[in-house]
């Protein structure tokens, strides 16, 4: 069986400014002190979440990171982190026999194109083949995470795939999310039939043993327990045809 999983978006800043990113909070201001975050990571083990996923923002800057990795080990979490891997290496250096996954987000294997993206200035591509490199010395398990645009999703990304040798590589359909990144998505935004193009060219990998998992708009929505970083629960939902941030 799967296990439960949660999404806990430590806080709002991020060294990059991703035109996609449906994770801003522009509503939402601060985050949970150091106590109170560890103690929601009881309240969700206890409650019965089985794997915890930090993100942001992007984790790897928040102070207490470090610490928070830490404790959710200790409380026997399947500790995970998605980040643009800001400052993994630091992390890694006192932290690595506390994580069990990483995620790292690259969309393109042009440098050209994840600039275009708001990925980086530029050398984001290369620093992230470093640090899969690294990644795997230390026997942590990879995932690669790309969103698919109207900018990427005739690439064939197969060579850095084999290069960098994720065990799962998620595919997902660039997600227009009303009050978090309207306004600078729409030029991005792709067909479920150009999405399918996407992930049909890199089927062969599948046949390599790569995990390739996809996922479109409609499996996005409604599919992941998130907690934002005032420590509330939320959702993706659609309300009168857009998606929304739910809170409940």
């Keep these: 069986m799967k296990p439960i999983s949660v999404n806990f978006h430590l806080w709002k800043p991020c060294n990059y400014h991703c035109r996609f990113c449906f994770a801003t909070f522009p509503d939402i201001e601060g985050a949970l002190t150091l106590n109170d975050a560890k103690h ?84 984001h591509v290369i620093q992230s083949i470093a640090l899969f490199d690294k990644l795997h010395q230390y026997s942590i398990r990879v995932k690669l995470n790309t969103v698919v645009t109207n900018l990427n999703y005739q690439e064939n990304m197969s060579a850095f795939v084999r290069r960098v040798r994720p065990e799962r590589w998620k595919i997902f359909q660039v997600l227009p999310v009303q009050g978090q990144n309207d306004g600078s998505v729409e030029e991005l935004l ?31 929505k409604d599919s992941y327990i998130m907690v934002n970083p005032q420590g509330q629960f939320y959702n993706i939902t659609k309300d009168n045809g857009l998606l929304r941030l739910f809170y409940g």
Aim: no cysteine.
């Design 40 to 123: 929601l990571l009881f309240l969700l083990r206890e409650a019965g979440a089985e794997k915890l996923n930090f993100a942001g923002g992007e984790p790897t800057l928040h102070p207490n990171i470090g610490e928070l990795v830490a404790e959710s080990h200790r409380l026997g979490f399947i500790t995970s982190l998605v980040s643009n891997g800001a400052r993994m290496n630091q992390l890694l250096e006192k932290h690595a026999n506390e994580m069990d996954w990483v995620a790292l987000s690259v969309d393109s294997a042009s440098e050209v194109i994840q600039k275009n993206l708001g990925r980086g200035n530029g050398n």
């Design 190 to 220: 792709i067909s479920p039939q150009q999405f399918q193009e996407f992930v049909e060219r890199h089927q062969p990998l599948i046949n390599e043993g790569f995990q390739v998992i996809p996922e479109s708009n409609d499996l996005m």
